[in-house]
Nanobody
Framework: QVELVQSGGGLVQSGGSLRLSCTAS????????MGWERQAPGKQRELVARINDGGITNYADSVKGRFTISRDNAENTVYLQMNNLNSEDTAVYFC??????????????WGQGTQVTVSS
């Protein structure tokens, strides 16, 4: 199990930016795929972005061009830079670390979640 601690988030006006951080404790994340997911009130949790151990990224269509996921393996940290935020981005954001098993992502650890609220 990978222990992950999140930071960042908060309240921002529409069009603003935030950066989320997620740091692993006691685990080298360099071989893990790292990701961010979010859950808005009354909605299912959805994938926001992932970055694999080779640095290849993928994003939900709704955040492409606005969000950037990156990783610093030396710091055991993954980031989510969120720009041009809108009210649809309001949600609790969770980071995770995992591996692919038969092409299915299996999480090995989750962050505690952080609230992002975008006011219009």
């Amino acid at each position: 199990q990978v222990e992950l601690v999140q930071s960042g988030g908060g309240l921002v006006q529409s069009g603003g930016s935030l950066r989320l951080s997620c740091t692993a404790s006691g685990t080298d994340i360099s071989t893990y795929t790292m990701g961010w997911e979010r859950q808005a009130p009354g909605k299912q949790r959805e994938l926001v972005a992932r970055i694999n151990d080779g640095g290849i990224t993928n994003y939900a269509d709704s955040v492409k061009g606005r969000f950037t996921i990156s990783r610093d393996n030396a710091e055991n940290t993954v980031y989510l830079q969120m720009n041009n935020l809108n009210s649809e981005d309001t949600a609790v954001y969770f980071c995770n670390a995992g591996i692919y098993v038969s092409s299915i992502f299996v999480a090995r650890g989750w962050g505690q979640g952080t609230q992002v609220t975008v006011s219009s």
